[in-house]
């Protein structure tokens, strides 16, 4: 069983290991890693002992070994059938970070309830209307769906997501939808985020005071 | 002291308390409050206790004044002056996010390398050659430089805009930043969020087996 706490590290350690593969490092000791990444060397021992076969220590990690498993435990050595709800900015932004980065969730499917919008494409795929959602959903197979719509729309699309089968969901409203333990659900509140920097920036304020 | 877990639930706190004033609520019990929210009754009554005059919490907390208190203690009292690096797909969406939803970090000056973009206006912004950014910053008394670029600029920017004076940065740059203690950053890390959805995907379909 890994625990919540390093699954939280591993896409870090996964940044970090892809970018030295960028840079051609094959080897990487965990004393190096930590000056790099941050977290302390016996703390990186430590995730990596949790797992089978993470290389000799004592060489160094392997890394483009190390950022293979870590792919797969992440559940990354696969591709996620991909839809994506609401393609205002948010929704335009994440469907072109998706194609650009390829990030293994493929956007096969846009949708939206905007008649200026629907009929556009977005990197060959066309927009269509929420209305076939569920049934786009059902017939394709689709894995997770993105939903970029606003606050009072977001829980309507994720319950529309849910009944037609999907496994996850990744959430940019700002709101906390309720799915089933069933289906994954990852947020990402850029509200919460701006109102941490802000009291982060107070905070300094006052130290320096 | 405020600790830093309180730190992290208070936008929570705040989005739901806004969500309250939207349909005109007055009054929340901390059980109800708990009911909303998903942390305990207990954990949000000690919370509270943490600052002065939360209400008296008996008869409930009065909605309107918590949310106030919170965005005091959040810093959000305040405007914040807001460059923006980076003016593509994300940059856009972050720019259009700030105007539309009036978050208190009013984007004044909009920065990009690329020619094409240069000269071209959002929300009556003029997009300028990233060359006068540090001056920019300095004449305006800018407060906080998002970053939108790739990851292969990001540490110049943010280099550029911690020489120039910022106060905070809030980065969408797929990197850890490295800027002064002085400095405080807020990184959304999309691809993160991504793995970390993979990851609650594969463990919910291992379960199923």
Redesign the interface.
Known sequence: MISNAI??R???Y??YLG?LQRQGVQKISSNELSAL??FTASQIRQDFNTFDNFGQQGYGYSVDYLYSEINK????DRE?KTVLVGVG??G???T??NYY?K???NIIGLFDSNPKLIGNTINDVVIKDVSELEDFVKENGI??GIICVGRNNAQEVADMLVNAGV??I?NFA???LEVP??????S??????????????????ES?K
């Open positions: 699954i939280r591993l896409p870090r996964r940044r970018q990444i941050g435990i992440l559940g990354l996620y900015n948010m335009q932004a994440i072109n970070y980065y990030v293994g969730f894995d997770v496994s996850g990744w700002p709101i906390d333990d069933t289906v994954a659900l990852e990402v509140h850029l509200s919460d985020s701006l109102h941490t920097l802000a009291f982060k920036i107070k905070t300094n304020e320096k």
